[in-house]
């Protein structure tokens, strides 16, 4: 009999609830977040922005994956800011705002039942410094051959390769197979990076081997290399695209207190049950801020 009651009141609550507060909604459609890139110094607009975190008048309203449809119980004038969100270390269930990013401002004005769709351009932000940036655009590769190495990383062109090269003229192969199955490569350029701010890789890439990558850090004793917990997963050798990836490297940087400079290094080892494996990769950067 008392259960029975609280029902009653429960659906008086709701039908007087509804009566009271209109529930239509207006429209917020944002289908991707754009990259606006200085070619020179930054190199490509290629990203992988996945999601849009939204503050609706400085309050956070949401982080929704794009393309996106969303109600918004708002009329008016509001304020918009969307940040650029990712996959961190290429992983769905690690979703960030990418750090090195700037944000979209708008304002918008909702209607019910009315339709406004934005187009936010993010760019990097102006006070990040890219510690390394290979675009195998000119002669010299940054990363040297370890010598473990039976392969090593070659220039590839757009003029022999169209099909493959996708940001500017070249982009680096690496080819493993039964005989040279070992690519090991490390950068000699004495990165040096904040024990205290957020340090991340980026890297486009197109694969059907998988190929792992870590930090070096070098202090006066010597050198402690970090285990290849990054790791880029093969693709199916008949439908290779280009991906991005963002990996977050702060946490390897900042527990060596004692490095005086860093090197990044990839390790590709052909994939068990294979006899040939590539690896195309493009736009490896290192970042972080000034
Ligand atoms: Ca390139
Ligand atoms: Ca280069």
Redesign the pocket.
């Known amino acids: 009999m008392k259960s029975k009651s609280v029902y009653l009141i429960l659906i008086v609550i709701t039908l007087f609830s509804c009566k009271k507060t209109d529930l239509t909604p207006a429209w917020l459609i944002i289908d991707e977040i754009q990259l606006q890139t200085d070619e020179g110094t930054e190199g490509p607009n290629s990203h992988a922005i996945t999601d849009a975190w939204i503050y609706l008048d400085n309050v956070p309203f949401g982080v929704y994956s794009l393309p996106a449809r969303i109600p918004v119980l708002e009329e008016g004038n509001h304020e918009l800011l969307i940040y650029a969100g990712i996959k961190e270390n290429g992983i769905s269930a690690t979703r960030v705002r990418y750090p090195f990013y700037t944000r979209y401002e708008t304002n918008v004005n909702f209607v019910k039942n009315q339709e406004i769709e934005i187009f936010p351009v993010v760019s990097y932000r102006p006070n990040v410094q890219f510690a390394l940036k290979e ?3 000119d002669v010299g590769i940054d990363f040297q051959k370890d010598p473990v190495s039976d392969t090593n990383i070659v220039i590839i062109t757009s003029s022999m390769y169209p099909e493959i ?1 996708k ?5 680096g192969r690496i080819e493993l197979n039964e005989i040279d199955s070992i690519y090991k490569g490390f950068t000699t350029t004495n990165m040096n990076l904040p024990k205290i701010d957020e340090v991340y890789l980026e890297i486009d890439y197109m694969n059907s081997n998988s190929i792992a990558t870590n930090i070096i850090a070098k202090n006066a004793g010597g050198q402690a290399e970090h285990p290849p917990v990054f790791i880029l997963n093969a693709q199916d050798k008949d439908n290779m695209v280009w991906k991005k990836i963002y990996i977050n490297l702060t946490e390897d940087v900042s527990s060596e207190i004692n490095a005086t400079s860093y090197e990044l290094y990839l390790l590709a080892l052909l994939d068990p049950e294979q006899s040939y494996g590539v690896i195309y990769l ?2 490896i950067k290192v970042l972080r801020i000034e």
């Open positions: 675009d195998f655009e090269v940001y500017g003229n070249n982009c493009d736009n």
